[in-house]
């Protein structure tokens, strides 16, 4: 009877070629969801007893500039929750990309599997590279030019609401990260045969002016932000040109190897 049981089990997971079913898929992937889910959920009960120092963390960068306070009686208390959220989304993220990877890895050939890891990986680091630059760079420069920049009316105490001052650390960071994944970008967009390096060449002087434009609408009203967030867009936007001169295949070549590989199977 157990047998049975296992044997009808297997089958409404794996077709006879040994391929798996629909269903055996949405079991996987319900499995796959639930791991991410428990992950997330034991990462944020677990930073809310380090959520203190992750506001110490956040602070650091303008407790020489500026004083917190807090406006609403449970302004404090949010931030703290806040804060461990964002944590458990960073704990989460690895075990989630290696998850995305095992779930798709039985579909990819041996150089498409090589490509998703590269992927996955690449913008992993290029990430948190973006996170670290606006942390030890970006920030502390900002925030000490928003409170010292304009002399005159020295009797106006700056201070800020920490609800405030959080909101503008995760948006910056969240900027900073998204704009250090511009090169990962070129270089799928240049695999797919999209874009090409000398396109990028050509459109590099409207690029500039619409990296300021963007720099101008998510940074805060000052030319020094601008130029802080566009610098370095700037700068990734020509190493982008390399990467794709680099990953660049016209459709015509990368269609003969297809074929001498489907030749060689």
């Given at each position: 009877?157990?047998?049975?049981?296992?044997?009808?089990?297997?089958a409404?997971?794996?077709?006879d070629?040994?391929?798996?079913?629909?269903?055996?898929?949405l079991?996987?992937l319900r499995?796959r969801?639930i791991?991410?889910?428990?992950?997330?959920?034991?990462?944020?009960?677990?930073?809310?007893a380090y959520a203190?120092?992750?506001?110490d963390l956040l602070?650091?960068m303008?407790r020489?500039y500026?004083q917190?306070?807090?406006?609403a009686?449970?302004?404090?208390?949010m931030?703290y929750?806040?804060?461990?959220?964002?944590a458990?989304?960073?704990?989460?993220?690895?075990?989630?990309?290696y998850?995305?990877?095992?779930?798709a890895?039985p579909g990819l050939?041996?150089?498409?599997?090589?490509?998703f890891?590269?992927?996955?990986?690449?913008?992993l680091?290029?990430?948190?590279v973006?996170?670290l630059?606006a942390?030890?760079l970006?920030?502390?420069f900002?925030l000490?030019f928003?409170?010292t920049?304009?002399?005159?009316?020295?009797?106006?105490?700056?201070?800020?609401?920490?609800?405030?001052?959080v909101?503008?650390?995760?948006?910056?960071?969240?900027?900073?990260g998204?704009?250090f994944?511009?090169?990962?970008?070129?270089?799928i967009?240049?695999?797919?045969?999209?874009?090409?390096p000398?396109?990028?060449k050509?459109?590099?002087?409207?690029?500039?002016?619409l990296i300021?434009?963007?720099?101008?609408?998510?940074?805060p009203p000052?030319?020094?932000?601008q130029?802080m967030?566009?610098?370095?867009?700037?700068?990734?936007?020509f190493?982008?040109i390399?990467?794709?001169s680099?990953?660049?295949?016209?459709?015509?070549?990368e269609d003969?190897?297809?074929?001498?590989?489907e030749e060689?199977?």
């Amino acid at each position: 009877m157990a047998t049975n049981i296992k044997r009808k089990k297997k089958a409404e997971v794996m077709e006879d070629d040994g391929s798996m079913t629909l269903t055996g898929h949405l079991k996987e992937l319900r499995n796959r969801l639930i791991i991410c889910a428990v992950v997330f959920v034991v990462g944020v009960v677990v930073s809310l007893a380090y959520a203190d120092r992750f506001i110490d963390l956040l602070t650091a960068m303008g407790r020489d500039y500026y004083q917190f306070v807090s406006i609403a009686p449970q302004e404090k208390l949010m931030q703290y929750f806040r804060v461990s959220i964002l944590a458990g989304v960073v704990v989460t993220v690895p075990v989630a990309m290696y998850n995305i990877y095992a779930f798709a890895k039985p579909g990819l050939k041996k150089n498409e599997s090589f490509f998703f890891k590269l992927v996955m990986l690449l913008g992993l680091i290029l990430f948190c590279v973006g996170v670290l630059f606006a942390y030890t760079l970006m920030m502390p420069f900002m925030l000490r030019f928003l409170s010292t920049g304009i002399t005159g009316a020295e009797y106006i105490q700056t201070t800020t609401s920490i609800e405030s001052y959080v909101n503008l650390c995760l948006t910056m960071f969240l900027i900073f990260g998204c704009v250090f994944e511009m090169p990962l970008v070129t270089i799928i967009l240049s695999k797919m045969g999209i874009i090409n390096p000398t396109l990028l060449k050509k459109a590099k002087g409207v690029a500039i002016v619409l990296i300021f434009l963007v720099a101008a609408v998510v940074t805060p009203p000052d030319i020094v932000s601008q130029c802080m967030v566009a610098g370095p867009m700037v700068l990734l936007y020509f190493i982008s040109i390399v990467l794709s001169s680099v990953f660049y295949k016209p459709k015509s070549e990368e269609d003969d190897e297809d074929e001498e590989d489907e030749e060689d199977e």
